[in-house]
């Protein structure tokens, strides 16, 4: 089993930076790709930003030049820099993991149990 911890959510200022943290431990293949997303409210969870085990990035257009993902491939974590935040950006936002199952070539996805980021004055 594949477990994911986030952290680094809290409450901010319009204008201000966080920075998400995720660290996966378990039974894990090769990781394929780690990703956020969020689920704000009265909305559908959403993608953030995904990064492949090659570094190859994906941002939501309404997050482009404002958040970074990155990944430490040895540590098995993922992270979100979060600036230039928006009350628009309010919602608890979630770790996921696409993995290889064993030496298999099947595919497993795996999800955090979220982290809170509150943009408000």
């Known amino acids: 089993q594949v477990q994911l911890v986030e952290s680094g959510g809290g409450l901010v200022q319009p204008g201000g930076s966080l920075r998400l943290s995720c660290a996966a431990s378990g039974s894990i293949g090769s990781i394929y790709a780690m990703g956020w997303y969020r689920h704000g409210p009265g909305k559908q969870r959403e993608l953030v930003a995904t990064?492949?085990?090659?570094?190859?990035?994906n941002y939501a257009d309404s997050v482009k030049g404002r958040f970074t993902i990155s990944r430490d491939n040895a540590k098995n974590a993922v992270y979100l820099q979060m600036s230039s935040l928006k009350p628009e950006d309010t919602a608890v936002y979630y770790c996921n993991c696409n993995s290889r199952v064993g030496l298999t070539t099947i595919q497993r996805t795996d999800w955090g149990q979220g982290t809170q980021v509150t943009v408000s004055s």
């Open positions: 990064i492949t085990s090659g570094g190859s990035t």
